[in-house]
């Protein structure tokens, strides 16, 4: 079965324009032309349609959007990454909400929550082990990778933790500011990242971090961690991760 670009707007919500612009991008090209210049779609170009809703949904630019589609030819692989993205923002929103009650009810007690709370570390070395216990058991199940049981001191976590914290968020705050891969600003904070992971013995070499974030973008749980923190992070951090190391 065949519609018009009049049947598929009524079908899917989205305005004749605004199918119309997304054919002269090349985001979703009508399946057939008849000889009268007539766009008709069929079932794939229904199904493409819908991945191009689902990624702007979760907020993704037009020109991303036709970059991941072009890269992920298999539609499984498309739609579960799109449910994980999908369930990554679900749970960043459910995290805001109950940090938003936590402040209200703060403010109806009179008290003020301290910064310092937001950012406080482990207490022990036992508490860091329960926590990096899922990633450690996923890594071997799924790697066969068994990371040692022997942890630094909990106050050097805490600091690696902090200073991962901290560049995690100023990624994502560029991100949603709208900074290119090449700003100044995205290579000082990428410099200074490295800088201090060298400082405190980790492998952090430009290339490094960039097959390091490119791992993070094509293993689930990582991708879901990133993602959860700001749509789009992990695709971001490679890109410009693997720019800075490209010019360093």
Not at 57 to 75: G, H, M, N, V
Request: charged residues 25%; aromatic residues 8%; contains cysteine.
């Amino acid at each position: 079965m065949r519609y018009s670009v009049k049947e598929l707007s009524a079908l899917s919500g989205v305005t004749i324009k605004t199918l119309h612009h997304y054919h002269k991008l090349g985001l979703l090209p009508p399946g057939e032309i008849s000889e009268a210049g007539y766009r008709y779609y069929g079932m794939k170009e229904l199904e493409r349609l819908q991945r191009i809703l689902f990624y702007k949904t979760l907020d993704f630019p037009l020109a991303q959007i036709k970059e991941l589609l072009a890269e992920e030819r298999d539609s499984d692989t498309v739609l579960r990454r799109q449910r994980m993205l999908l369930l990554g923002r679900k749970q960043r929103l459910e995290t805001v909400i109950r940090t938003l009650s936590n402040t209200l009810e703060s403010t109806r007690r009179g008290e003020v929550m301290q910064v310092s709370d937001m950012f406080e570390g482990f207490g022990s070395e036992a508490e860091w082990k329960a926590a990096l216990a899922e990633q450690r058991d996923y890594l071997k199940a799924n790697y066969g990778v068994e990371l040692t049981e022997s942890l630094p001191e909990p106050a050097a976590l805490n600091e690696q933790a902090q200073e991962a914290a901290r560049f995690m968020s100023e990624m994502a705050e560029l991100l949603r500011s709208g900074a290119k891969h090449r700003d100044p600003r995205v290579r000082e904070l990428i410099g200074g990242h490295l800088a201090f992971m060298q400082a405190h013995g980790h492998a952090a070499a430009p290339d490094e971090f960039a097959a390091q974030t490119r791992f993070f973008l094509e293993d689930e749980f990582h991708l879901q961690m990133l993602e959860s923190q700001q749509t789009g992070l992990a695709y971001y951090l490679h890109a410009c991760a693997a720019s800075y190391a490209a010019g360093s």
